[in-house]
């Protein structure tokens, strides 16, 4: 092992932060009080407007942690985000949180064990959270216990992302890096990073569920998912995740432009022309579904356009296999 190797840090702790001025600094100290100390933390400041960047910096400066602000020049997203603080660093495991999030205290140390204790065919390893609001309260205390996501599952998982829905709460994860730079890194092109990441790492490799609330994750009335004005470029994001396997088998081909089918049509009051770039994703594939397209949109109120929009779909798509 040379120097390089024995001196650099196990784990990376990478913080996004975005206009996270009131949360960022219970984000860090819980990152500071974890049970395992072999990490370093990189904080990566998405071109806030509030004082996010000064309050991470003020923290690294009195913090005893092997720590560091980068402030990104433009606002630039989670994925060019997190790519950034990756290039920048070299340890073995990544662990990614939002800045509006908080570890608990062995998160770290469960998810290392867990590593340590498994093969390198494991890519991830993730963990259980418990979800609150803006003040800290609880909303839920296991993200699991409800069933609505069904049983954390262990091992190959990819067809359980396909098939069903997307399991992993993001700040719950610890990733290996060898793994993450196998596929590719995060798809800067996304909005979001975790279900696009999660597929490409569920195709090749295994993950492992930690039975533990590993860290808490805030939800906002401004959350991504909760906030109307974004929610179609979520749906289209995650559209475009599950569209990159279309052809892999025709039972998962049908899973996703089921679902992907579905989204489309949750879009149409929100966000119209989401709805119909979606409904394009789908009829590129299966040029039958356009008669549901009809069918379906012509019972929207007002959805004259959509419906003359799968038809120039159908239309386009059979002279593209001709």
Not at 116 to 140: F, H, P, Q, T
Not at 218 to 225: C, K
Request: overall charge neutral; glycine content about 6%.
């Amino acid at each position: 092992m040379n120097d390089v190797e024995s001196n650099r840090p196990l784990v990376t702790v990478i913080v996004v932060s975005f206009n996270h001025e009131r949360f960022i600094t219970g984000c860090l100290d819980s990152i500071a009080a974890q049970t395992f100390t072999d990490f370093e933390l990189v904080i990566v400041d998405d071109h806030s407007t509030d004082e996010s960047a000064s309050r991470a910096e003020e923290w690294v400066a009195r913090s005893p942690l092997p720590a560091r602000v980068i402030v990104n020049p433009v606002n630039r997203g989670i994925c060019a985000s997190l790519n950034r603080a990756i290039r920048e660093t070299n340890s073995e495991f990544i662990s990614y949180v939002s800045a509006d999030d908080e570890y608990t205290p062995r998160k770290i140390e469960l998810q290392v064990g867990t590593f340590r204790g498994d093969s390198s065919d494991v890519a991830v390893v993730y963990g259980d959270v418990r979800v609150i609001d803006g003040a800290g309260n609880e909303i839920e205390a296991s993200w699991f216990a409800d069933g609505r996501h069904g049983d954390p599952p262990t091992g190959r998982v990819f067809e359980r992302l396909i098939e069903r829905t997307n399991f992993v709460p993001a700040p719950s994860a610890m990733i290996r890096r060898s793994a993450l730079a196998g596929v590719g890194g995060y798809d800067e092109s996304m909005l979001v990073e975790d279900l696009d990441t999660w597929l490409r790492l569920a195709a090749e490799y295994e993950f492992r569920f930690v039975p533990q609330v590993v860290a808490a994750w805030r939800r906002l009335p401004t959350s991504l998912s909760n906030d109307h004005s974004r929610i179609g470029r979520l749906r289209l994001s995650r559209a475009r995740a599950l569209d990159k396997w279309v052809g892999r088998s025709a039972a998962l081909d049908h899973a996703i432009l089921q679902r992907n089918w579905r989204s489309a049509m949750h879009t149409l009051s929100e966000d119209p022309e989401v709805a119909q770039e979606i409904m394009r994703m789908v009829l590129a594939h299966d040029d039958t579904t356009w008669r549901r397209a009809v069918a379906r949109v012509a019972r929207v109120p007002g959805a004259g356009a959509l419906v003359s929009t799968a038809l120039s779909i159908k239309g386009a798509v059979r002279h593209r296999r001709r």
